[in-house]
């Protein structure tokens, strides 16, 4: 048996995955289309997965830490996942 799919209201529009990853809103299409972030398309518009943004996040943070650099947020302010001081 197949997992119950989430409701439309669970997902995000790409505007606010943008502003969260502090990217445009073009990059978070990209993004979705290429499989990075999990996400639905109705119409012309995607619908992402808000767990697949903090697991990007994380996994964003983790590969500029490893490198040893500090990535910029948005608007120059950390880049943090959600819920972290």
Do not use: N
């Not at 197949?2 to 995955?17: C, E, F, N, R, S």
């Amino acid at each position: 048996m197949p997992a119950p799919k989430q409701a439309i209201h669970d997902y995000l529009a790409t505007g606010a995955v943008a502003e969260r990853l502090g990217v445009t809103v073009l990059h978070v299409g990209l993004l979705c289309r290429t499989g990075k972030l999990k996400a639905e398309k109705f119409g012309s518009s995607w619908l992402v997965d808000p767990a697949s943004v903090t697991s990007y996040q994380a996994h964003i943070k983790e590969a500029y830490q490893s490198q040893g650099k500090k990535r910029p947020g948005p608007r120059g302010k950390a880049f943090l996942p959600e819920g972290r001081p």
